[in-house]
């Protein structure tokens, strides 16, 4: 694990490695460094706007699910006052028990400005976009100071640019909603690249902010810890004062009950159990995992196609280097654990594994070509070979949900959408197609349809929205049950049509007085009165 070099001081400057005025231009004049940089911002720069384009075009088109629904109901409450908003988009609890992402309280402070869900998106457009200008400054700092020639360094750099922007897994976090973990990142690498720069108290800045995004963010500093330590004895005791500060805020989370939206039943069949107890869950697994190994193995072996998948555009052999391992190690090895395939299968609950097998993948390159004669020739066939790979690996075989394009939700049923959301009143109560909810969730009661879910009334107003056609892109769902709601919502409950244009259904429900709650059927006869 030591291609990122043992032979240069983590902390020293790039001119003390390498001597100024070197005669083979290893120390690079002034303008040409400068250039690089330029060359990098300018392009990320552009992709930043691309980016934006992109992200707001889903929004206008309204391809947004429950995820963006969850964090739009809370940042809008929270800024409006609401200070312990509620949420109604899962199992129902205080937001600040979903993962403790106490981020968003801070982050609710734009809506006072600008009071658009949209501006989540773009903040996620922004951690992309930054996660990647780090990496490559991170990217350019280390080939300084390994004393790589400037046209050899420009070559890797045009290929980093390259593999960022062409990442699939880019792509699919983007479309997926919005979420804490790929914001989280660019201050993860922050604190990554001022560890090894030496800057030892600057990193536990971003380190600080870092745990302001909850619980999945703390395993990413456990991992990081993790690469500190094989990193050399210049941060070894950082990365371990780092893993105490990941592992200790977990427990915190666990103590205070804040990690509902954790998911932590999904580790339960380590255990051999269905579920598990509050605060002694992760001991109870790792007691299972003590006890029958196995299971961690044949998991784990299970799910190593998806771990290829969303790799293999960032460089594999990036993992056998010390800071493009310890993240991905440890984030990989949480979310291949996990019953449910999704954390490994999308590329947002990965995000953070990209920049640091990338960077890897690079110092690795470096080391090979730098440690044999002709080292250069299979160095730079292997990056050519991931720039081709990251360019081809396209949207029928990238990881997950890169098929749920914007095509999903066409012009005509997105404009209807819109007149939906605007024709509901500010108060009413919402129930939806679980597809395209994320707009119309900036209110107090919003919940996703589900045949024969019964949804607690708590507004003088209730409007249904529904996209059938939608439902069929969704896993657990189709058109059939729409429809069915569709007719008992219009002729058993006598709703208003608000919309019934482009396959696109909005009704406005006035409950009787007394009604606390409504059953909504799927194709087979309701079994229950809606009214409580």
Known sequence: MTPTGTTY?????????????HPDGTVWPPRRRRLLLVVGAVVLGLWLVGLVAFSTLLYHRNWLSADFAAYNQAWTLIGRGHLDPYSTIYAGYPFWKSDFELIVW????????YPQPVVLLWIQDLGVAATGWVAYLWTVEWLERRKVGWRPAAAVA????????????????LLYDVHM???STVFVVLAGRDLWRGRHRRAGLWVGITLLFGSFAAITLVGLGLSAVLAGRDTRRSGGLLMLAGVGWLALISAIGANAGSGIDSYAYLAGRSSLPGTTGVLVIATGVLTHPSRVIDQLHSRLHYVYTLIKPVGVVGLASAWGFGVPFVVLTTNALNSKYEFIFQAFQN???FPFVLLGTVTVLVWLAQRFRFGWVPAMAIAIAVTVQALAYGVTTSPGNVRYAVSQVGPGPAAQLRKALARTPSGAEVIMTIGVMGRFAARPSVYWFSPNGDYPVRSHSVVFVFDPANENTIPNTNAADDMAAIAY????????????????WALLWHPPAGTSSITIPGPTPPTASPTG
């Open 158 to 173: 045009v290929v980093v640019l390259a593999a960022l922007i062409a990442n699939p897994g880019v792509y699919q976090t």
């Open 351 to 353: 995000f953070v594994v």
């Open 9 to 21: 001081a983590p902390g020293a400057p790039a001119t003390q490695v390498a001597g100024a005025g």
């Open 106 to 113: 801070p982050l609710a402070l734009i809506h006072v400005v």
């Open 181 to 183: 973990e790929p914001i």
């Open 489 to 504: 919502v219009r002729d058993h409950l006598h709703a208003r049509t608000l919309v019934d244009v482009e396959g696109i």
